[in-house]
Every structure is written in structure tokens, then in C-alpha cells.
């Protein structure tokens, strides 16, 4: 069953704005990860964040985790038109790498 | 490191036609092996998972079904498609929280 949400479902920003999507999940995690898919096509994996990690770090992006509030954010920094794309969370749990994905923020960058 | 090859890209095919997308693995051995389907404008939900050969889960009742003939041979198949059966498939290999994607399909039932 899917378990992630994400807010906003969608998105529009210009381009050098920053982006904010949140992501929440019901159950206890092990870990939980970013991906991209452009235009319904191949996942890109963006950051993985452990459960015992509260941020992270990778170029212009920036994912919290929240395990009390069972949330996550990702951020991407002055944003660029190749940054459109879908984004979604997802988890795994301890013991069992199964991955369940998040409903996906569709992100739109104005140029 | 590991790849997935999978095909076709991209499928159409007509209502009550049969189906199989085939997903094959390379650099890794006894991965657990997962198909995903993706509806239109909608998150990745899991269809079927195997942890190795002829060992086969499902994750929610539908018109498809997975085998697995070899260590690192995934397929995914239906008898007869409907048209809720368009989506995005997309087969995941995972090796010790090691995940490997597969490019994926697009199949459009017409």
C-alpha cells in the first residue's frame, strides 16, 4: 500500500525561486530517498536519509527528516527549467527493503 | 555494479491481447527483484516482488501475473489486457538496500 504522501501535489515556481515539497509516511522507517522522474520516464535517485540522519546535503538540494512528525522535506536551491520534473519520496522499513513511494509532487519551473 | 535491461520501451497493444515485459539483470546474484506500476500522473505502486526463483508475492489483485524462471530473469504477463492496465512498469532490483532501476515501459492498451 502506498504510505508516502506528498504535498503539493503540484507545483509552479520561476526558475531561480527555491522549491519546497513535503513528504509523509504512516510507519517507522529505516531509510527514506528522493527520486526525479522526468515526463513519466525513468527514476533518477536523488539523496538517500537515514532514520538516525535529520538533514542532508547534495548540490543545490536539501532533505530533512522528521521521525517524530514522520515527515520529510526536500529542498532544491535556485531552481533551473531541467529541475521540472515529478518528484517523489520513498521509504523502507527495518528488515525489509521493500520500497513504497509517495504520491509525487509534479514541479514546474517558469523560465 | 548492477543493470537492468528492460523491454519493450514503449507497447501498445489492444484490449484482450496477451502481455509480457521481460526484466533481466546484470552484476549482482539472487537480487530480489520487484514490478512497479505507474498509472498516469500517479505514484509507483507495487505489483509483485520475488525474493528468488519461482518465488513470487503480490501485492494487490489484478489481471497480471510474474514469474521467475531464473536468478535474474523478471517477467511480468497478463492472458488478456484491459484498458486499467495502461501504465508505467517499472522493474526494481534491490541487493542489500541496493536499488537498481530498470528504464521502464510505457504500455498503452488501446
Known amino acids: 500500500s502506498q504510505q508516502g504522501e506528498e504535498d503539493p501535489q503540484a507545483l509552479s515556481i520561476q526558475e531561480g525561486e527555491n522549491a519546497t515539497m513535503n513528504c509523509s509516511y504512516k510507519t517507522s522507517i529505516n531509510n527514506l530517498q528522493w527520486y526525479r522522474q522526468n515526463s513519466g520516464r525513468g527514476l533518477v535517485h536523488l539523496i538517500l536519509i537515514r532514520s538516525n540522519e535529520r538533514e542532508k546535503h547534495s548540490g543545490r538540494l536539501r532533505v530533512t527528516l522528521d521521525t517524530s512528525k514522520k515527515s520529510s522535506s526536500l529542498l532544491i536551491t535556485a531552481s533551473r527549467a531541467a529541475d521540472t520534473a515529478s518528484y517523489f519520496c520513498?521509504?523502507?522499513?527495518?528488515?525489509?527493503?521493500?520500497?513504497?513511494f509517495g504520491t509525487g509532487t509534479r514541479l514546474t519551473i517558469i523560465p | 555494479s548492477q543493470t537492468i535491461h528492460q523491454w519493450p520501451a514503449t507497447l501498445v497493444q489492444p484490449v484482450g491481447s496477451p502481455l509480457s515485459l521481460e526484466c533481466t539483470v546484470e552484476g549482482t546474484s539472487n537480487p530480489n527483484l520487484y514490478w512497479y506500476r505507474q498509472a498516469a500522473g500517479r505514484g509507483l505502486q507495487l505489483l509483485f516482488y520475488s525474493v528468488g526463483i519461482g518465488q513470487i508475492s503480490s501485492e494487490v489483485p489484478q489481471n497480471l501475473s510474474a514469474s521467475r524462471p531464473q536468478d535474474r530473469q523478471f517477467i511480468l504477463s497478463s492472458k488478456k489486457l484491459l484498458l486499467s492496465d495502461s501504465g508505467f512498469y517499472l522493474c526494481v532490483s534491490v541487493r542489500g538496500y541496493g536499488y537498481t532501476f530498470g528504464s521502464g515501459t510505457r504500455l498503452t492498451v488501446v
Open positions: 520513498a521509504t523502507d522499513t527495518f528488515g525489509n527493503e521493500k520500497l513504497t
